[in-house]
């Protein structure tokens, strides 16, 4: 066990992890439009064959999101009640979420057909975010890591409920880290990968572990943790790069996969120690804050741009005209729909749920005003 109460938080965001969001994005979207849609299932004839041996691990963008969430939203919780980490986490992802995914609806509906396809219903079945539960695919394939957020969400709002978090964080980390174990070597079950993220759960948990020796206390418990952490998420990843040599009939180098994987880590590492970053706030800001909409946009509403500019450019500037779209896009997204979005989205939940308490006499302790720190 060990006690946080005496740890504290600087005031204001990370700025590094804004830019570093946007990074890893970049990554991602680099990985689609130059390889993924070409090289798959034929979703787009763009691709660039000299940006091949690197853009192909580009995936990886989704790893380093994996770790920044782990200490963001470990760093989000602390000192949160249940209600307002659930707030909290609800107003930064639900108004983002819905326009997106009707954006990509409109444009899939109006150009997209064929090869992609959509109805009414999976528009309907996305609202909850979690489409496949009710038979439905989503909306854009990349919303399946959404999904793994939302499960790492709720786990933490468990912990914070339980009164695990952050006082018996490492026990609560060291038994996943078995779990996790138990289920790759022995169990290999669906339902416990699943819930457990086993195939990509190294990588939050070392975020939470980043949090824990930055601002808790960096003995040698914590970094063997680490340790531990990161060698689970290098062997998760070159695990997980099996499905990819199978699908794209392509080569994935397992020392490549090993480095990355610790990079993801040592990235945020670097990161997270204070430093001044020559850049107003508000650009820092705006770059992290259009990172979560460009990620949502960018796949199938990339895939169907290049599809439909596909005469008009060769790919080495079709691809990165596409690029400057999506991210004028996200940018108009975060600035005019999401933010105010956000901001509506969380008075009402937080009016909605004072009126329940008071309907429940719930005392004023359990109520305490949302933290202002950033979501």
């Known amino acids: 066990m060990h006690d946080k109460s005496s740890s504290s938080h600087p005031q204001g965001r990370v700025q590094a992890l804004d830019l570093l969001r ?4 970049l990554a991602v979207v680099t990985y689609h439009y130059t390889f993924r849609g070409y090289a798959g299932d034929g979703l787009t004839h763009a691709h660039i064959d000299a940006l091949i041996p690197v853009t192909k691990y580009g995936y990886f963008g989704v790893q380093l999101f994996f770790v920044i969430s782990g200490f963001v939203i470990a760093y989000s919780a602390a000192d949160r009640t249940t209600t307002e980490f659930a707030i909290a986490r609800a107003a930064r992802l639900y108004p983002g979420f819905i326009v997106c995914m009707t954006l990509t609806f409109a444009a899939t509906l ?6 992609f396809a959509t109805s009414a219903k999976q528009w309907l079945a996305n609202l909850l975010m979690v489409s496949p539960a009710v038979g439905q695919p989503f909306m854009d394939g990349s919303y399946w890591s959404i999904v793994y957020e939302l499960v790492f969400y709720a786990w933490m709002a468990v912990f914070i409920a339980a009164g695990l978090f952050p006082r018996w964080l ?3 980390v060291l038994v996943w880290l078995i779990l996790t174990l138990l289920n790759m070597m022995f169990f290999h079950s669906a ?6 993220i086993t195939n990509s759960s190294g990588y939050f948990i070392a975020g ?4 824990e020796i930055r601002f808790g206390h960096a003995d040698r418990s914590a970094w063997l943790l680490l340790a ?3 060698v689970l998420s290098a062997d998760q990843s070159m695990q997980n790069a099996d499905w990819g040599r199978a699908h794209f009939h392509t080569a994935f180098s397992d020392p490549v996969i090993a480095v990355l994987s610790v990079g993801c880590i040592a990235i945020v590492a670097l990161a997270i120690v204070p430093k001044r970053i ?22 199938q509403i990339g895939f169907i741009l290049l599809n439909e500019a596909e005469a008009l450019a060769p790919a080495t500037i079709l691809i990165p005209g596409v690029v400057v779209t999506m991210l004028c896009l996200a940018f108009v997204v975060w600035r005019y729909i999401e933010r105010p979005g956000q ?4 008075a009402w939940l937080v009016t909605g749920t004072n009126f329940v308490f008071d309907s429940l006499g719930t005392s004023e302790a359990a109520r305490q005003p949302l933290a202002r720190r950033p979501a």
């Not at 109006?110 to 090869?115: E, R, S, T």
């Not at 339902?191 to 457990?196: D, K, N």
Request: without cysteine.
């Open 22 to 25: 946007l990074f890893a994005a």
């Open 110 to 115: 109006l150009f997209g057909m064929p090869p």
């Open 170 to 172: 490492r026990e609560v």
């Open 191 to 196: 339902v416990m990968g699943q819930l457990l």
């Open 208 to 211: 939470i572990l980043l949090y």
């Open 228 to 230: 531990t952490a990161t």
């Open 278 to 299: 020559r850049l107003s706030a508000g650009l820092v800001a705006a770059l992290g804050g259009l990172t979560y909409p460009l990620y949502l946009l960018h796949q």
């Open 343 to 346: 901001k509506l989205l969380k």
